[in-house]
C-alpha cells in the first residue's frame, strides 16, 4: 500500500518525520514473530526476509538523518484545505534551500506537489541573517485565492498553485489580479522612497528615514567632519540586513537590485529589486 501510495505521489505526513523506518521497523518485529512460531521450513523464509529488511531498516534510518527535514503546516483562511511544507537547507560552498509542498484536506494524507518545489542557492557573500523559514517568507505567506500561497521569500515573490489543472490556475490567476495590482503599486512607491533617500543621502541631509524589507535606513551627516553615511538598523536587529553602516545606495543592472554598498560588516547588501514586480 505504502509503494503504490509512493508511486501516486499520496503519502501519510505522520510518517514524514521518520520516513519508512516505523513501517520497516513494524514488518521487522512481526517477521521476528512469524519466524519464532513458524515450522523450520516457513523459518527459513521468515528469516531470509528479515535479512532484507533490516538493512533496508538501517540504510532509509541513515538516509532520514542526512536529509534532516522540517515540517509546518500553514492552514487556507477558506478552510478547504492546507499546505505542508517540508524544508531543509545545506551548504557545499553556497547555501541551498529546498522547499517541497503537499497539499491536504484531513492532516492524515498529502499530495506531493511534485511541480511546485522551491529551490534557492543563496551566495556566502550575499547571504542575509535567515533561517530557512526568513529565506522563503514562511511566517509571512498569504492565500490570495482558495488554490494559490503566496511566499515574500528573499529571492522575491514566490508562488505555490494547489490546483490540478491549467484551468484552476488560470481561475486563480485571474482571481489573483487586482492583489497582484496592489503589490506592483506598492512596489513602485519602495522605490520612488528609495530614489528620494538616494537624492538625500547625495545632499548630505542628517536624519532622513525611510524602511525597506524590515529594516530602518536614516541618512547621517557629521558637518565637524565633514563625512556622511547610511546608518542601518532594525527592531529586534532581526533584519535581513544586519545592523551596521553603510556608505549609498546604487541600482546595479547586472544584479537587478538596488544594492548597500561598503558597508560594515562587507562591501555590498541586496536592498530591495529594481522592478516594482
Known amino acids: 500500500m505504502l509503494v503504490t501510495m509512493h508511486l501516486a505521489g499520496y503519502f501519510f505526513l505522520f510518517l514524514k518525520p521518520t520516513?519508512?523506518?516505523?513501517?520497516?521497523?513494524?514488518?521487522?518485529?512481526?517477521?521476528?514473530?512469524?519466524a519464532y512460531r513458524s515450522t523450520r521450513y516457513r523459518k527459513r523464509w521468515t528469516i531470509a526476509g528479515m535479512a532484507v529488511i533490516?538493512?533496508?531498516?538501517?540504510?532509509?534510518?541513515?538516509m532520514v538523518l542526512l536529509w534532516d527535514y522540517s515540517y509546518t503546516k500553514i492552514d487556507s483562511p477558506w478552510n478547504k484545505q492546507s499546505v505542508i511544507i517540508e524544508y531543509r537547507h545545506f551548504s557545499l560552498g553556497e547555501t541551498t534551500y529546498q522547499y517541497?509542498?503537499?497539499?491536504?484536506?484531513?492532516?492524515?494524507?498529502?499530495?506531493?506537489?511534485?511541480?511546485?518545489?522551491?529551490?534557492?542557492?543563496?551566495?556566502?557573500?550575499?547571504?542575509?541573517?535567515?533561517?530557512?523559514?526568513?529565506?522563503?517568507?514562511?511566517?509571512?505567506?498569504?492565500?490570495?485565492t482558495?488554490?494559490?500561497?503566496r511566499f515574500p521569500a528573499w529571492q522575491g515573490m514566490k508562488e505555490v498553485h494547489l490546483g490540478d489543472s491549467e484551468v484552476t490556475r488560470s481561475e486563480d490567476t485571474e482571481l489573483a489580479r487586482g492583489k497582484d495590482s496592489e503589490s506592483v503599486r506598492i512596489g513602485e512607491e519602495i522605490i520612488k522612497e528609495i530614489e528620494v533617500f538616494m537624492e538625500k543621502t547625495k545632499m548630505r541631509e542628517n536624519g532622513y528615514t525611510i524602511h525597506v524589507n524590515g529594516n530602518q535606513?536614516?541618512?547621517?551627516?557629521?558637518?565637524?567632519?565633514?563625512?556622511?553615511?547610511?546608518?542601518?538598523?532594525?527592531e529586534g536587529d532581526k533584519g535581513p540586513i544586519p545592523q551596521q553602516?553603510?556608505?549609498r545606495i546604487v541600482p546595479n543592472e547586472e544584479r537587478g537590485y538596488y544594492m548597500l554598498e561598503e558597508c560594515t560588516h562587507r562591501w555590498e547588501y541586496?536592498?530591495?529589486?529594481?522592478g516594482s514586480e
Not at 516505523?22 to 517477521?31: D, G, H
Not at 491536504?104 to 530557512?132: C, F, W, Y
Not at 482558495?146 to 500561497?149: L, R
Request: hydrophobic share 45%.
Open 270 to 274: 541586496p536592498l530591495f529589486p529594481l
Open 54 to 62: 533490516l538493512p533496508l531498516l538501517l540504510v532509509h534510518s541513515f
Open 245 to 247: 553602516q553603510c556608505t
Open 19 to 34: 520516513g519508512y523506518i516505523i513501517p520497516l521497523a513494524l514488518n521487522f518485529l512481526v517477521l521476528a514473530v512469524v
Open 217 to 234: 535606513l536614516v541618512t547621517r551627516y557629521d558637518e565637524s567632519a565633514d563625512e556622511s553615511w547610511i546608518e542601518v538598523t532594525s
Open 100 to 144: 517541497n509542498f503537499y497539499k491536504t484536506k484531513l492532516g492524515l494524507v498529502g499530495k506531493l506537489l511534485d511541480d511546485q518545489s522551491i529551490k534557492m542557492v543563496i551566495q556566502d557573500n550575499e547571504h542575509p541573517r535567515l533561517d530557512a523559514v526568513g529565506i522563503i517568507g514562511m511566517e509571512s505567506a498569504e492565500w490570495i
Open 146 to 149: 482558495e488554490n494559490t500561497i
